[in-house]
């Protein structure tokens, strides 16, 4: 049998996913296919890969692991990834990942209803969610687990004058925008090629901030 890839194997959650999303209530085989794919991709070196590669590399992220999430008593939660400090591991919903990829996809139609226009900070993450959509699902995977790099390093808080610490208000964004960066630094470096230009992403942070 041919060893495991990561490109074979997120081929394969996607299938699957497909057939678990649907139904309304997704068929318990579907859920054992996904269950199953998800003990063998952690018990592969695909897991040793992708942290290596998006996670350890940070300051104080080097003894976190990434392992991918298999389904709870309500079938796969609704979140795409999240730490876990029992498991000192960033687990990945495959679900939750591939709805994530569709909800960029059709967040251009977004743009033009009154909850997307319900003031800036909306508006512009929905236009960056669309910009996002350009890319491979796989790639987006990457995002996800260098997004959830950011919000475990909590790049966005700060200290406050008066004592303790706060978050940015657009928190999710800031760090959304922090992983494209660095999947952008990676992309370049491992096949000296633009991400924005190979994808066609058209985003230029300062004009959202200075308004133009």
């Given at each position: 049998m041919a060893p495991r890839t990561l490109s074979s194997t997120w081929k394969q959650f996607e299938r699957l996913v497909g057939k678990y999303t649907a139904q309304p209530q997704p068929a318990d085989t579907a859920t054992a296919q996904l269950d199953d794919l998800v003990r063998r991709t952690n018990s592969s070196k695909i897991n040793t890969a992708l942290s290596t590669l998006f996670v350890e590399p940070y300051p104080d992220m080097?003894?976190?692991?990434?392992?991918?999430?298999?389904?709870?008593?309500?079938?796969?939660?609704?979140?795409?990834?999240?730490?876990?400090?029992?498991?000192?591991?960033?687990?990945?919903?495959?679900?939750?990942?591939?709805?994530?990829?569709?909800?960029?996809?059709?967040?251009?139609?977004?743009?033009?209803?009154?909850?997307?226009?319900?003031?800036?900070?909306?508006?512009?993450?929905?236009?960056?969610?669309?910009?996002?959509?350009?890319?491979p699902s796989q790639y987006m995977l990457f995002l996800l687990v260098l997004q959830e790099v950011a919000n475990t390093r909590r790049i966005t808080e700060v200290e406050k004058k008066g004592g303790g610490k706060e978050r940015a208000e657009d928190e999710t964004y800031i760090n959304l925008l922090w992983a494209f960066k660095e999947l952008e630094t990676f992309y370049r470096a491992n096949s000296g090629m633009n991400l924005r230009s190979e994808y066609g992403i058209l985003w230029h942070e300062c004009d959202w901030a200075c308004g133009n």
């Open positions: 080097a003894e976190v692991s990434v392992l991918f999430a298999a389904s709870g008593e309500d079938g796969y939660p609704d979140w795409t990834t999240t730490f876990s400090s029992q498991d000192k591991a960033i687990l990945v919903n495959p679900v939750g990942v591939l709805k994530f990829c569709q909800k960029c996809q059709e967040a251009a139609e977004q743009l033009a209803t009154a909850t997307a226009r319900e003031n800036f900070l909306t508006y512009r993450y929905h236009a960056y969610l669309g910009e996002l959509g350009k890319l």
